[in-house]
């Protein structure tokens, strides 16, 4: 159980276009998505925090209009790299927090997105 | 802000050895959960082990255990009986209850030697 899904795992993009990345928690409603950034040989960095039907809350440094968030439902969520620029070149991993009280306070992790942008 | 700390970049074991590695953190809320996490080759994060503040007992999960100090705000994961499969970075992680957001530590690059 507890089984996060991201889609696509590998995308290369020309600069300046739009990249979406999706998701999923495929067993289990989420009440929290997050989205992570992490570099070569280093830890995870939180982007932002998305809830179903509201807006995400973004981390000091994270420019939102760059990294579109939208939490449409209990199971997706996706994060959308606009206008991408080589720089914006990383590995992407999304969590969820499942509804079970048992779990709860819990992450459970996509197996990540590397996006390269030429 | 609270913070994690895993003093270890880097170890290496022998296959079927035992192994700890160590994590401490800093928080001056008493209600928290700790996690270990793995992140093999594939960069997958697996959850390994996880533990409530509140729980006196240590967390098990098969060859994976906890040594758990809330005084001392120490969380070490020992792994038994290694195996080639558990070489992966390990991440030690904490949030508040209620919280959500996890810290994260820096990790420690394990590496099981055949």
């Known amino acids: 159980g507890a089984v996060v899904s991201q889609h696509p795992s590998r995308v290369i993009c020309k600069s300046g276009t739009s990249v979406k990345i999706e998701c999923r928690s495929l067993?289990?409603?989420?009440?929290?998505m997050f989205w992570y950034r992490q570099f070569p040989k280093q830890s995870l960095m939180l982007m932002a925090t998305?809830?179903?039907?509201?807006?995400?809350?973004?981390e000091q440094g994270v420019e939102k209009d760059k990294f579109l968030i939208n939490h449409a439902s209990l199971t997706l969520s996706t994060l959308t790299v606009t206008s991408a620029h080589p720089e914006d070149s990383s590995f992407y991993i999304c969590?969820?927090?499942?509804?079970?009280?048992?779990?709860?306070?819990?992450?459970?992790f996509g197996p990540g997105t590397r996006l390269t942008v030429l | 802000a609270q913070t994690v700390t895993q003093s270890q970049p880097e170890m290496s074991v022998q296959e079927a050895e035992t192994v700890t590695l160590s994590c401490t953190y800093d928080?001056?809320?008493?209600?928290?959960?700790l996690f270990w996490y793995k992140q093999p080759p594939s960069r997958q994060m697996i959850l390994v082990i996880r533990?409530?503040?509140?729980?006196?007992q240590n967390a098990t999960e098969n060859r994976f255990s906890v040594n758990f100090q809330k005084a001392a705000k120490s969380f070490s994961l020992k792994i038994s009986d290694s195996q080639l499969g558990d070489t992966a970075m390990y991440f030690c992680?904490?949030?508040?209850?209620?919280?959500?957001?996890?810290?994260f530590g820096t990790g420690t690059r394990l590496t099981i030697i055949p």
């Open positions: 969590s969820a927090s499942p509804l079970l009280a048992e779990i709860t306070d819990t992450q459970y």
């Open positions: 067993d289990f409603q989420a009440t929290t």
């Open positions: 998305s809830n179903e039907g509201s807006k995400a809350t973004y």
């Open positions: 928080t001056s809320e008493s209600n928290y959960y």
């Open positions: 533990q409530e503040a509140y729980k006196q």
């Open positions: 992680a904490f949030t508040h209850f209620g919280n959500e957001k996890l810290t």
